[in-house]
């Protein structure tokens, strides 16, 4: 009897340990389990915080603040150049040419005329309308003939040939070394370098009339003089021609291999000769680069001191009548502005701008 309540309060006490292991194996997993999503939420959180920005002792300005004012200070330096030493003569010249100037002791003594100098230009001074007919005509007839040049050199060097580098640093060798002494030497004048004789026979060295031999071989004579006159202008001064052409080559042959391959390859699948490639294809490429240099050559022609109206100019300026200088200047300088505009109305008519 004993042994049985024995068993059965022993059976009672193992049911009622099972029960308290249940329970507590329970509640230790809905704990464990609250942790792990308390902690999950808290790493999340910390997660969707931006991180904090580390402070850079002494960098109060934001960086790109600070990479504006680097490019405000590198342009500061163009501006003040451009101001002190372009803008501030410009004004100053453009004031000369309403006055007479007088050279004193430690200044210069204005007058002030009003439009005097300028009337004065094309009234008294005959000559200087003479030097702008005759440099119109010469930029006229030039300018043409140095694009088709450069144009037609630029086609050849842009082909594959052996010695094509050699041949490309020929044609710009003259932009290399286009120095005032240098030029002098070549147009025969070498009393600047101290010698003063064979000046003549050294320049004959890059003319040639080529033109007038050839047309005397073929028996051809008493042409009219006007003709004679320009195929002489146009022939006889092959070095000056090549010399005027370099930069033009450059920038032809540059406009000449950015031509997309695709174009090439539709021209020749469509059996296109060379002839049509190029007045269909190359043409219209490089047409944009046309009136480049048309600027180019316009402006350079203009500017050369070897020409009548900048002789004048340099003249008057040496004999010190600055403020008639500056008018003959600033008259140049209107009639370039005119003739360039009208030079883009007219071409830019004809050119191919790709969108």
């Known amino acids: 009897m004993a042994d049985t309540v024995v068993n059965e309060a022993t059976e009672v006490l193992e049911e009622a340990t099972e029960v308290i292991s249940e329970e507590t194996a329970v509640e230790t997993a809905e704990t464990v389990e609250e942790t792990a999503v308390e902690t999950k939420d808290k790493a999340s959180k910390k997660s969707a915080k931006p991180p904090k920005e580390k402070k850079v002792k002494g960098m109060k300005i934001p960086y790109e603040r600070r990479k504006a004012l680097y490019g405000y200070g590198f342009l500061a330096i163009w501006i003040i150049g451009t101001i002190w030493l372009f803008l501030r003569p410009l004004i100053t010249s453009l004031w000369y040419s309403f006055n007479t100037t007088e050279v004193t002791v430690g200044v210069m003594k204005t007058t002030f005329v009003g439009l ?189 001191t070897d020409n009548e109206v900048m002789t004048l100019v340099l003249s008057e300026a040496s004999d010190w009548n600055h403020g008639y200088s500056a008018a003959l200047a600033w008259i140049y300088f209107l009639i370039v502005i005119v003739v360039l505009g009208i030079v883009l109305a007219v071409i830019n008519r004809h050119i191919y701008y790709e969108v």
Do not use: C, H
């Not at 004065?120 to 003479?130: H, L, N, R, S």
């Not at 009219?224 to 070095?239: A, C, R």
């Open 116 to 304: 005097q100098n300028y009337i004065d230009a094309f009234t008294i001074d005959t000559d200087y309308t003479t030097a702008l007919i005759s440099v119109l005509g010469d930029t006229a007839w030039s300018t043409p003939i140095i694009i088709i040049f450069s144009m037609f050199v630029a086609v050849i060097l842009n082909q594959k040939f052996k010695g094509r580098t050699f041949a490309r640093a020929i044609f710009f060798l003259p932009v290399i070394i286009a120095t005032g002494p240098v030029m002098s030497i070549i147009n025969g004048d070498m009393d600047t370098s101290g010698y003063s004789g064979g000046s003549e026979a050294f320049s004959t060295m890059f003319e040639t009339d080529m033109a007038g031999e050839l047309l005397t071989f073929l028996g051809v004579y008493d042409l009219g003089d006007s003709v004679t006159e320009m195929i002489s202008l146009i022939t006889s001064d092959v070095f000056n021609l090549v010399w005027n052409s370099g930069i033009q080559i450059i920038i032809f042959l540059s406009a000449l291999q950015n031509i997309p391959v695709s174009a090439r390859e539709a021209a020749s699948i469509e059996g296109a000769t060379a002839w049509e490639f190029f007045w269909k294809i190359t043409l219209p490429y490089i047409s944009p680069m046309i009136v480049t240099n048309l600027v180019y050559t316009i402006v350079d022609s203009f500017i050369d």
